[in-house]
């Protein structure tokens, strides 16, 4: 049995394909570790592969505190006219609240 407490290297990759977020490791493997710091940048190198599945490119300056910006700037424009439309329309305060709320949860979920 291999020693699983001396240094080791597992090499991947992570990109878009079709649409998906694809994970690509070099040899099969039955299970792996990370440290800390490693697991925090394929986290983020995963969110971002998300983000570019979704939404067709890369976020903008690559961080991962980005990604969150720009979903929220894109909601917060979305929101504001999605108000603007339904109070000139005369629509209730519940109503609005209702569309505003499921428009948000449809993004982040």
Request: charged share 25%; glycine share 8%.
């Amino acid at each position: 049995m291999t020693d699983l407490t001396q240094p080791g290297e597992t090499t991947i990759a992570i990109g878009v394909q079709k649409g998906r977020v694809e994970i690509r490791f070099h040899k099969p493997l039955d299970w792996c570790s990370f440290e800390p710091e490693e697991a925090r940048q394929i986290g983020e190198a995963i969110a971002k592969a998300a983000f570019k599945a979704r939404y067709g490119s890369m976020p903008i300056n690559g961080g991962g505190s980005q990604i969150t910006a720009q979903i929220r700037d894109r909601l917060v424009t979305r929101v504001m006219m999605m108000s603007l439309s339904m109070n000139e329309q005369g629509k209730s305060r519940e109503f609005v609240a209702r569309q505003i709320v499921d428009t948000v949860l449809s993004e982040v979920a």
